[in-house]
């Protein structure tokens, strides 16, 4: 006989009030969105787009408390750039520069002018399909806090902006940062999130990053996801494009017990391009989980993909693809790859593209593979008085590293590169 | 310094070598010629440790020590080499940090200290121009995109970088121009010294010109039928292998 069991749903605490500092238009969006998510089902298995990662959902009640930001200063980072730390999901602006540049503007929700708060309210949400990002949904009732960024026609952050989100998980709960872009003509810039959590209490953190590119605009985003071995992390990242806008995506990260990330990118209007590279890294019992999907709403816009899985021990990587390509657009030009590693027999990798082609004149082109180390390569390096080791995670690094390579942030490159090697080597341990 | 007796080895079940046996010493050149599918680069990869031959019988022995009890990385931290018939490509593990790691992993086994970025790549250089290569192929990938002949040079750079006791060289010769072997041959003859050995295996008569071996030996069948001076290479070459009873093609057994 089989039970059924209704779906788990949110919690009503989940959804208890949130932003109290933040200027009164969001607060009713706040509440808005709280309202209409009481009961909303939470991923199972039986949700496609959660399948293979719902298991390692796990929220308690306890996480339903936002935790208490302290507006601590978040470790400094010594890279070159301007800094904004997020702690608990609220800005804090002791610990952060609010560089005065012609044409930027960087503050925080709550220090947003009722217009501006109205105008944000009313375009939270739009670069990412909520009915496929559930998650992102909680996000949005939730918040306390987040970055808004504006950069007027023609503006240009020479430096790259670091924003450090820290969850603090010396007690159970979880953050909701939240971040919005907005990029006028031809602006530039590159924007490094960096997600990391101190302190091993079970901890959740929901994000959403959104990016809004009008005509011309070039937007660099990097994505590092570092945090603690009890921190579950559901991130969305959601980006439109205008006619010959450009956004190119790097997305790093370690595993751990949940890992979500899902990125949704719209190009919406002619020469519009995307290149999105993603590594993720699982060992132990961990889990990764990407979900992109590129729409390519207007002809002759071009989008590269380009996402590796490194999966160890008896660790579990997924990852799901998607274009869409709509009806007008033709001479869209897609290409997508996934690749994937495995480096023991216990780790699982699940790898889906979705092609859905609507337009005739196009080029697309897909593939995705697993594979495992090649043992010629190994015994080339070995025979040269390599230790195993060394070769093993020198060979597991190749695998990566042309995607690390194209960050286009030398500091971040290293950090990472070097970050990857050592999570890498770990793994080896007993070899 | 290195002897090979009666070794027997089989791969999948089939039986490869059936009975080998040689002595080197140091500052010796040993030539081994032979048909295709006699078991010349089984012999090279079982010395080097690769474990998809399995030696059913015999041993081998450097410095009479025990060799096949050793893992690949502690042979060739004991001083054996091989330079492959067919160097694979490695992308996105650059020529620059493979041969670093190598040559620091030998430098740190025999109580060196390890050579610092800089002294790295004089030595680098240096050596690379000492076998023709441009040293920009330092950057690429180990091997990656690399025409036969400079995959042959850049074994042969290994060597000369790694400073190994016995060189073994499969078919180091074959497919080169003559501007290339008269490179690699300069270049083996560079490694040639005193304490060190050289194990080359060739088809050729005309690479024993530039490298002159103090014995030949012709390995058909899986054994060592016969032996000589530099003087049986030059029999070889005019009279074949079938005079010593070998046809072309490996015998059925
Ligand atoms: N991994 C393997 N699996 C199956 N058979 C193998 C394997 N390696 C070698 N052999 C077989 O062993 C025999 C000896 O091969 P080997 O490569 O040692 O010959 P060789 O003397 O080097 O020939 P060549 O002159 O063509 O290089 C051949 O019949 C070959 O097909
Ligand atoms: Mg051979």
Redesign the pocket.
């Known amino acids: 006989m089989v039970m059924t069991k209704a779906a788990p749903t949110l919690n009503a605490d989940f959804l208890e009030a949130a932003g109290s500092n933040l200027p009164s238009p969001l607060q009713t969006l706040l509440a808005q969105r709280g309202k209409a998510l009481v009961d909303m089902p939470l991923p199972t298995r039986r949700t496609e787009n959660w399948k293979y990662s719902s298991r390692y959902l796990q929220l308690s009640d306890a996480m339903a408390s936002a935790l208490p930001s302290g507006r601590k200063a978040g470790p400094a980072l010594a890279f070159d750039g301007y800094h904004v730390v997020i702690h608990n999901g609220v800005v804090v602006p002791e610990a952060s520069d609010f560089p005065d540049i012609d044409g930027i503007e960087i503050l925080s929700f709550a220090d947003l002018d009722d217009i501006a708060a109205q105008q944000l309210a009313e375009r939270l949400d739009n670069t990412l399909d909520s009915n496929a990002v559930q998650m992102s949904r909680l996000n949005t009732a939730r918040f306390e806090d987040g970055l808004f960024i504006r950069l007027k026609p023609n503006a240009v952050m020479e430096k790259p902006l670091f924003v450090i989100c820290e969850t603090d998980a010396h007690a159970t709960g979880s953050v909701y940062p939240r971040i919005y872009v907005e990029a006028g003509t031809n602006s530039q810039m590159t924007l490094v999130e960096e997600y990391m959590s101190t302190g091993t209490e079970p901890a959740l953190v929901n994000t959403v990053s959104e990016f809004s590119l009008a005509d011309g605009a070039n937007i660099t985003s990097v994505r590092l996801s570092l945090e603690g071995t009890n921190t579950q992390h559901i991130g969305a990242t959601g980006a439109r494009l205008l006619a010959n806008a450009r956004f190119d995506s790097h997305c790093v990260g370690f595993g751990g017990p949940l890992r979500r990330h899902d990125l949704q990118v719209r190009l919406e209007a002619a020469g519009a391009e995307c290149r999105l590279n993603g590594v993720a890294v699982t060992q132990g019992k961990q889990h990764y989980d990407n979900h992109t999907t590129i729409e390519h709403v207007a002809p002759h816009c071009n989008s590269e993909e380009t996402y590796r899985n490194i999966a160890a021990d008896e660790s579990h990587a997924i990852f799901n693809g998607r274009i869409h390509i709509h009806k007008d657009a033709q001479k869209s030009n897609a290409n997508m790859s996934n690749k994937n590693l495995l480096l023991s027999t216990g780790a699982e990798i699940d790898t889906k593209p979705e092609l859905e082609i609507y337009a005739d004149d196009v080029k697309c082109a897909h593939g995705a593979t697993i594979g495992r180390l090649d043992e010629s390569a190994l015994f080339y390096l070995v025979s040269r008085g390599i230790d195993r080791r060394e070769a093993n995670t020198l060979l597991s690094m190749a695998f990566i590293n042309e995607l690390i390579a194209q960050i286009p942030v030398e500091a971040v490159r290293e950090t990472v590169q070097a970050r990857l090697n050592q999570f890498i080597e770990q793994t080896f341990k007993g070899a | 310094m290195l002897s090979i007796r009666n070794l027997h080895a089989s791969?999948?079940g089939?039986e490869?070598l059936k009975g080998i046996n040689l002595d080197i010493k140091p500052g010796e050149v040993h030539a081994i010629m032979?048909?295709?599918?006699?078991?010349?680069?089984?012999?090279s990869?079982i010395l080097a440790g690769n474990e998809?031959?399995e030696v059913t019988d015999g041993e081998v022995l450097l410095d009479g020590n025990n060799l096949l009890e050793l893992a690949t990385e502690e042979r060739a931290r004991e001083g054996i080499f091989l330079a492959f018939?067919y160097p694979v490509e490695i992308p996105g593990v650059s020529n620059m940090q493979f041969l670093r790691t190598a040559v620091n992993a030998m430098r740190t086994h025999r109580g060196k200290e390890e050579l610092s970025a800089v002294e790295f790549m004089k030595l680098a250089k240096e050596t690379s121009k000492q076998v023709d290569l441009d040293p920009e192929f330092l950057k690429r990938g180990v091997n990656e995109g690399f025409s036969g002949g400079e995959k042959k040079r850049n074994e042969i750079m290994q060597a000369l970088m790694l400073e190994p006791r016995i060189a073994i060289l499969?078919?180091t010769d074959s497919g080169l121009d003559i501007d290339a072997l008269k490179v690699v041959s300069d270049g083996v003859n560079a490694l040639r010294s005193p304490e060190r050995a050289v194990l080359m295996?060739t088809?050729y008569q005309r690479l024993l010109n530039h490298i002159v071996p103090d014995y030949v030996h012709v390995?058909a069948g899986g054994k060592i039928v016969k032996s000589g001076g530099r003087e049986l290479a030059l029999e070889l070459e005019e009279r074949g292998y079938g005079w010593l009873g070998i046809k072309d093609e490996?015998e059925a057994s």
């Not at chain 2, 032979?34 to 012999?43: D, M």
């Open positions: 791969v999948e089939k490869i032979g048909p295709n599918g006699s078991g010349k680069s089984t012999l990869a998809a031959y018939q499969d078919e295996v088809h390995l490996v």
